[in-house]
């Protein structure tokens, strides 16, 4: 923590320094925030059991009617859509082959207050249309024209590089362990006329690959689209084509599309997206990759999508799946830790209240939905919100939780005491970050502002940066060795060491994995290398002619030869270097924030900054010479001499971060 004593313009100068740098944070952080175009990387409560579930207790309160539906959702909607500023939602749930309820709260036009309705008010589903991709790959498994086990470069007109011996194959891309680093640029673009192909996005943007394939799951939009790709190539149809003709026409889903921008005939229909409902529209958002979320469709096309993948693949006379392959699809194919949810073959399971549940969820920046299979009860759940709201909470995990509680009633035994309790969350105390990450460019730097803490309490549980829905931090409880479950609560954490004894973790949701940090990239060691390099170099350079006013009022000239001088100005030019180049990359990330566009073209400035970085660590030389003259200078100030050890290792400092966390690598694959 900064002190804010601050009582001489000594002290005041250093405040405004100080402040100089922690700007550059807050500029990170909100790029962290920012940059979540699928699932949220970070903590988020999802309360779920763990993946072998016990049997759920005999009997319910309220049957699962839609009078009693109705009712229930009448009362909750309304006030959660007041409460949480957003504009509107549908909510559609089956049974047994039939549509039990479908309804819309709120509205789609805000200004023009149009109801939401489920049948002709469309949504967008974001990666919940991962769904259709992989029902697609499905499809071509049983036709013998794909294999889950085959190298994915023999489905490809071009090859995914090689990497840790060992290809990647659709089993990989389904569970999401092809070992991929995240991508974000030209995720999503601006407008229709920044969209290229499919096969453009997937030739242009290979992301690096940092966990060999099989092993660590680490979510990936590239990877879907990918597969859309290989979809594309392996049926001889551009891949929205496909899927129209294979899954939406046979389930008679009339009012759903991959196509961007929507066909005419939909675009009325077409709900109006919102940061907040008490805000204005934002424009249709256009997903370059879009075989990962650029669905639009109605909640009751979404009931027909549900209703076939309960029926294993039937839907009324048609059928989009053999029965044995949409059970392979739903069965568990990858988990981390067993005791916990793993991935289906697309799905990933989120095993609640005692019943086994598969699903996925889905986010744009302004619509967030969510579509859940409770397989042994043969009931389908999905909900689509079509504004971001106060971001606080997540509504329809909540919402969802309220579902299960109503209708599907479960009470978890009490917790074992453990007699290591203690020692096992001091053991699991730490900063982690998500396998979903970004490695080889400069957005590297939401691993370090995205790390999460978990801390060891003295009675054995440990608090987290979760926040339950009443703002509050939620610890959690051990039930078994390194099994933790929330204190009052149903969310799960998992704790185990990786092959190589380090410690990692997993929430409820399979599809990343947390890390623990070691100590060069541990945050808080380089949050305070910034500000203390940030420091010094800006005060170095505003005390510059702050010292010459004072010494010329004193009558005290520097008394320098030609090569110390000549030191001094390079020098204080390099500290004006780092100024410029840090203070480059805050202006930079801040322009980011302002949308895809932003974002997508911040390749000149990543080139720029290279050059600028490269200059700063030549700079960095020159301070090091300095501070080594400044010791062998005879008759110098020690605290002249100290100023100058103290620069040197500044620019060192700031030279090992930039370096670290990629800010001069010149790679504008982002």
Same mark, same amino acid.
């Given at each position: 923590?900064?002190?804010?004593?601050?009582?001489?313009?000594?002290?005041?100068?250093?405040?405004?320094?100080?402040?100089?740098?922690?700007?550059?944070?807050?500029?990170?952080?909100?790029?962290?925030?920012?940059?979540?175009?699928?699932?949220?990387?970070?903590?988020?409560?999802?309360?779920?059991?763990?993946?072998?579930?016990?049997?759920?207790?005999?009997?319910?309160?309220?049957?699962?009617?839609?009078?009693?539906?109705?009712?229930?959702?009448?009362?909750?909607?309304?006030?959660?859509?007041?409460?949480?500023?957003?504009?509107?939602?549908?909510?559609?749930?089956?049974?047994?082959?039939?549509?039990?309820?479908?309804?819309?709260?709120?509205?789609?036009?805000?200004?023009?207050?149009?109801?939401?309705?489920?049948?002709?008010?469309?949504?967008?589903?974001?990666?919940?249309?991962?769904?259709?991709?992989?029902?697609?790959?499905?499809?071509?498994?049983?036709?013998?024209?794909?294999?889950?086990?085959?190298?994915?470069?023999?489905?490809?007109?071009?090859?995914?590089?090689?990497?840790?011996?060992?290809?990647?194959?659709?089993?990989?891309?389904?569970?999401?362990?092809?070992?991929?680093?995240?991508?974000?640029?030209?995720?999503?673009?601006?407008?229709?006329?920044?969209?290229?192909?499919?096969?453009?996005?997937?030739?242009?943007?290979?992301?690096?690959?940092?966990?060999?394939?099989?092993?660590?799951?680490?979510?990936?939009?590239?990877?879907?689209?990918?597969? #859309? +790709?290989?979809?594309?190539?392996?049926?001889? %149809? !551009? *891949? /929205?084509?496909?899927? &129209?003709?294979?899954?939406?026409?046979?389930?008679?889903?009339?009012?759903?599309?991959?196509?961007?921008?929507?066909?005419?005939?939909?675009?009325?229909?077409?709900?109006? #997206? +919102?940061?907040?409902?008490?805000?204005?529209? %934002? !424009? *249709? /958002?256009?997903?370059? &990759?879009?075989?990962?979320?650029?669905?639009?469709?109605?909640?009751?096309?979404?009931?027909?999508?549900?209703?076939?993948?309960?029926?294993?693949?039937?839907?009324?006379?048609?059928?989009?799946?053999?029965?044995?392959?949409?059970?392979?699809?739903?069965?568990?194919?990858?988990?981390?830790?067993?005791?916990?949810?793993?991935?289906?073959?697309?799905?990933?399971?989120?095993?609640?209240?005692?019943?086994?549940?598969?699903?996925?969820?889905?986010?744009?920046?302004?619509?967030?939905?969510?579509?859940?299979?409770?397989?042994?009860?043969?009931?389908?759940?999905?909900?689509?919100?079509?504004?971001?709201?106060?971001?606080?909470?997540?509504?329809?995990?909540?919402?969802?939780?309220?579902?299960?509680?109503?209708?599907?009633?479960?009470?978890?035994?009490?917790?074992?005491?453990?007699?290591?309790?203690?020692?096992?969350?001091?053991?699991?105390?730490?900063?982690?970050?998500?396998?979903?990450?970004?490695?080889?460019?400069?957005?590297?730097?939401?691993?370090?502002?995205?790390?999460?803490?978990?801390?060891?309490?003295?009675?054995?549980?440990?608090?987290?940066?979760?926040?339950?829905?009443?703002?509050?931090?939620?610890?959690?409880?051990?039930?078994?060795?390194?099994?933790?479950?929330?204190?009052?609560?149903?969310?799960?954490?998992?704790?185990?060491?990786?092959?190589?004894?380090?410690?990692?973790?997993?929430?409820?949701?399979?599809?990343?994995?947390?890390?623990?940090?070691?100590?060069?990239?541990?945050?808080?060691?380089?949050?305070?290398?910034?500000?203390?390099?940030?420091?010094?170099?800006?005060?170095?350079?505003?005390?510059?002619?702050?010292?010459?006013?004072?010494?010329?009022?004193?009558?005290?000239?520097?008394?320098?030869?030609?090569?110390?001088?000549?030191?001094?100005?390079?020098?204080?030019?390099?500290?004006?270097?780092?100024?410029?180049?840090?203070?480059?990359?805050?202006?930079?990330?801040?322009?980011?924030?302002?949308?895809?566009?932003?974002?997508?073209?911040?390749?000149?400035?990543?080139?720029?900054?290279?050059?600028?970085?490269?200059?700063?660590?030549?700079?960095?030389?020159?301070?090091?010479?300095?501070?080594?003259?400044?010791?062998?200078?005879?008759?110098?100030?020690?605290?002249?001499?100290?100023?100058?050890?103290?620069?040197?290792?500044?620019?060192?400092?700031?030279?090992?971060?930039?370096?670290?966390?990629?800010?001069?690598?010149?790679?504008?694959?982002?």
């Amino acid at each position: 923590m900064i002190s804010s004593q601050i009582l001489s313009d000594r002290h005041a100068r250093g405040y405004l320094t100080i402040l100089t740098g922690l700007l550059l944070l807050v500029a990170l952080v909100c790029v962290g925030m920012w940059a979540q175009p699928s699932r949220p990387a970070s903590l988020s409560v999802k309360s779920s059991a763990p993946a072998a579930v016990a049997p759920a207790q005999p009997g319910t309160n309220h049957e699962l009617t839609s009078v009693d539906l109705e009712a229930f959702l009448d009362g909750l909607m309304p006030a959660q859509l007041e409460r949480e500023d957003v504009a509107g939602a549908v909510i559609a749930v089956v049974k047994d082959g039939q549509v039990v309820f479908a309804k819309g709260y709120g509205y789609s036009d805000m200004a023009k207050r149009t109801p939401v309705t489920p049948d002709s008010t469309l949504f967008r589903i974001g990666s919940t249309s991962k769904l259709f991709t992989w029902t697609s790959v499905m499809q071509l498994v049983e036709q013998g024209k794909l294999d889950l086990n085959r190298d994915v470069n023999d489905y490809l007109d071009f090859k995914i590089p090689p990497a840790f011996g060992k290809p990647i194959t659709l089993r990989n891309i389904m569970t999401h362990t092809a070992g991929f680093e995240e991508v974000v640029k030209d995720l999503f673009v601006a407008d229709a006329e920044h969209m290229g192909s499919l096969e453009y996005y997937v030739k242009n943007h290979i992301p690096e690959r940092i966990f060999p394939p099989g092993t660590v799951p680490a979510y990936s939009n590239y990877a879907t689209a990918l597969a #859309g +790709y290989i979809v594309q190539r392996v049926s001889g %149809k !551009p *891949f /929205e084509q496909y899927v &129209a003709e294979n899954i939406y026409t046979p389930l008679e889903m009339k009012r759903s599309t991959f196509v961007q921008p929507l066909p005419e005939d939909l675009k009325p229909m077409m709900s109006k #997206g +919102y940061d907040r409902a008490s805000s204005d529209p %934002k !424009p *249709f /958002e256009f997903v370059e &990759a879009f075989p990962a979320g650029s669905v639009s469709t109605t909640a009751g096309d979404m009931c027909n999508f549900m209703i076939a993948h309960l029926q294993n693949g039937q839907f009324g006379s048609v059928r989009i799946l053999r029965p044995e392959t949409a059970t392979l699809m739903h069965s568990r194919l990858f988990g981390s830790d067993d005791r916990m949810n793993g991935m289906a073959h697309g799905f990933y399971e989120e095993s609640k209240n005692g019943h086994r549940i598969i699903g996925h969820a889905g986010d744009t920046e302004l619509f967030h939905s969510d579509l859940h299979l409770i397989l042994d009860s043969n009931v389908g759940f999905f909900v689509s919100y079509n504004s971001a709201g106060k971001g606080e909470i997540r509504p329809r995990e909540i919402l969802f939780e309220k579902f299960l509680d109503r209708y599907f009633p479960y009470t978890e035994p009490p917790a074992g005491k453990i007699e290591n309790a203690q020692a096992d969350a001091a053991s699991v105390a730490g900063l982690y970050l998500t396998s979903r990450r970004i490695e080889s460019s400069f957005l590297k730097l939401l691993s370090l502002v995205g790390q999460e803490q978990i801390s060891a309490n003295p009675d054995g549980t440990i608090t987290t940066p979760l926040k339950g829905p009443n703002g509050q931090l939620l610890k959690f409880e051990e039930i078994s060795p390194l099994l933790y479950r929330e204190v009052h609560g149903r969310a799960h954490m998992g704790f185990k060491k990786d092959e190589n004894g380090q410690m990692q973790f997993q929430m409820d949701f399979p599809f990343f994995i947390f890390q623990k940090v070691g100590f060069w990239e541990n945050k808080y060691f380089n949050y305070t290398l910034a500000i203390f390099g940030l420091t010094m170099v800006v005060l170095t350079v505003v005390l510059w002619p702050v010292g010459a006013l004072i010494r010329k009022h004193y009558g005290r000239p520097l008394d320098l030869s030609p090569l110390e001088r000549k030191l001094r100005l390079g020098v204080r030019l390099v500290c004006i270097l780092f100024i410029c180049f840090f203070g480059g990359w805050l202006a930079a990330l801040t322009t980011a924030m302002a949308g895809p566009s932003a974002i997508n073209a911040l390749a000149p400035w990543i080139i720029c900054f290279g050059i600028l970085g490269v200059l700063c660590a030549f700079g960095a030389v020159l301070a090091c010479a300095n501070a080594f003259r400044s010791w062998k200078t005879p008759n110098r100030w020690v605290w002249i001499k100290l100023h100058d050890t103290a620069l040197a290792f500044a620019c060192l400092g700031l030279v090992w971060f930039a370096i670290t966390w990629n800010l001069m690598n010149f790679n504008i694959h982002y």
